[in-house]
C-alpha cells in the first residue's frame, strides 16, 4: 500500500475566466470543487492508475467535513487527524485565451502540539502498513520546518523510501531526512539554490549536490521542456511531445504519482521517469484538478524519449 501523507489539505476551486483581468469584474460559472492539497492529488491519480493509496494529514472545521465526504464518493481510504482549526480554500482562475493561471491559497489551520502528537501516532501505526510514504505540499503553521525531516527518518527507520514534495525551507530540511526521491520544479531548484535562474548544467548540479546529502533521485519537473532524473550515477533527460494544456494544476502532483506507480510496479527507473511525464502531462489535459486517465497515460508513454545525458 502508498500512503500519501497532505499536512495541510484544501478545498480546491477553480474558476474559468476568459480575458482575466486585475481590478475587473468577471461574471464565471459555478466552480469545480475538488478535495485538493498536493497528496490528494496524487491519491486520486493513484486510484486512477489502479493502486488503493491511503491519505493522512490534518483535516478540521466545515472544510474538512466536506473533504472528507468527497474523499469518500471517490473510494479514496483515510486516516485524517481532526483538528480544531478550519481545513483552507484554495482558488484557481484559469483563462483559456490568455493561456494563464492564477492561484489564491489561504494558509490553513495552525496545529497544536498535541494534534501534531496524535499525528506522529497515526503515522508510525501506518508505516507497518505501506511499501512506499509520499509526502507533499506546505506544512501548515504550529509544525516545525524539520518535521518532514522528522517524518522520512522515522519512515527510513522502517526501511520504507520516501518521495517528498515541498518547497522552501520544507525542502532544505526535508532533505536532511534522506528521502528516496525529490520532485521541485525549475523555480523551486531556483529558491533552493537562492538564484534567480539556472541553467542545465546548473540544475544538474544543484541535483548532484542534493544526492550528494543522501537524496537517491531528484526529479526535476519542466513543463513543455521535459524533464530530469539525476541520481548518483544516472543523468536522464525526458523529452515530451507538444500537448493542448487545458489546466496544468496539479500536474506536478500528478508527475509524482506516476513516478510512484512505475516504481511500486518495480518498473526500470527510465521507465519510471515516462510514467512520470505521461501522468503529468495527462492530468494538464484534463479540465478536473488531479485527474488522469490511463488510456491517455499509455498512449503518452510510447510519444516520450529518454535520453542518457
Keep these: 500500500m502508498i500512503v500519501t501523507v497532505t499536512l495541510n489539505p484544501a478545498v480546491d476551486v477553480s474558476y474559468q475566466a476568459a480575458r482575466f483581468q486585475i481590478d475587473h469584474g468577471h461574471r464565471v460559472e459555478a466552480g469545480r470543487k475538488t478535495a485538493g492539497g498536493k497528496g490528494l492529488n496524487v491519491s486520486r491519480v493513484l486510484s486512477q492508475l489502479g493502486e488503493q493509496p491511503l491519505c493522512t494529514g490534518f483535516i478540521g472545521g466545515k472544510n474538512g467535513e466536506w473533504l472528507e465526504n468527497k474523499l469518500n464518493e471517490e473510494g479514496l481510504q483515510h486516516a485524517f487527524v481532526s483538528v480544531n ?34 499525528f506522529e501516532e497515526v503515522f508510525e501505526n501506518l508505516l507497518g502498513e505501506t511499501s512506499l510514504v509520499i509526502a507533499s505540499g506546505s506544512l501548515p503553521a504550529g509544525l516545525p520546518l524539520s518535521f518532514y525531516k522528522e517524518l522520512c527518518q522515522w519512515a527510513k527507520s522502517a526501511n520504507i523510501p520516501v518521495i517528498l514534495d515541498t518547497s522552501g525551507e520544507a525542502l532544505v530540511s526535508g532533505i536532511e531526512g534522506k528521502p528516496f526521491l525529490i520532485k521541485p520544479n525549475k ?81 526500470e527507473i527510465a521507465e519510471c521517469l515516462k510514467w512520470a511525464c505521461a501522468c503529468g502531462m495527462s492530468n494538464a489535459m484534463e479540465i478536473e484538478t488531479g485527474t488522469v486517465q490511463k488510456q491517455i497515460v499509455e498512449e503518452l508513454i510510447e510519444q516520450i524519449t529518454i535520453r542518457n545525458l
Excluded at 90 to 102: G, P, R, Y
Excluded at 192 to 199: A, G, I, P
Aim: charged share 25%; hydrophobic share 35%; with cysteine.
Design 187 to 267: 523555480e523551486e531548484l531556483c529558491q533552493y539554490k537562492n538564484q534567480s535562474d539556472l541553467t542545465l548544467d546548473e540544475m544538474i548540479g544543484a541535483a548532484r549536490e542534493i544526492c550528494s546529502k543522501g537524496v537517491e533521485y531528484v526529479l526535476i519537473s519542466m513543463g513543455a521542456e521535459g524533464a530530469l532524473l539525476v541520481g548518483k550515477e544516472t543523468l536522464l533527460k525526458a523529452d515530451i511531445p507538444t500537448i493542448k494544456v487545458v489546466n496544468a494544476v496539479g500536474s506536478g502532483d500528478s508527475t509524482v504519482a506516476g513516478m510512484a506507480y512505475a516504481l511500486k510496479e518495480g518498473l
Design 85 to 118: 482549526g478550519e481545513t483552507r480554500t484554495c482558488i484557481a482562475i484559469l483563462d483559456e485565451e490568455n493561456n494563464t493561471q492564477t492561484e489564491l491559497m489561504e494558509k490553513g489551520p495552525v496545529i497544536t502540539a498535541e494534534e501534531q502528537e496524535e
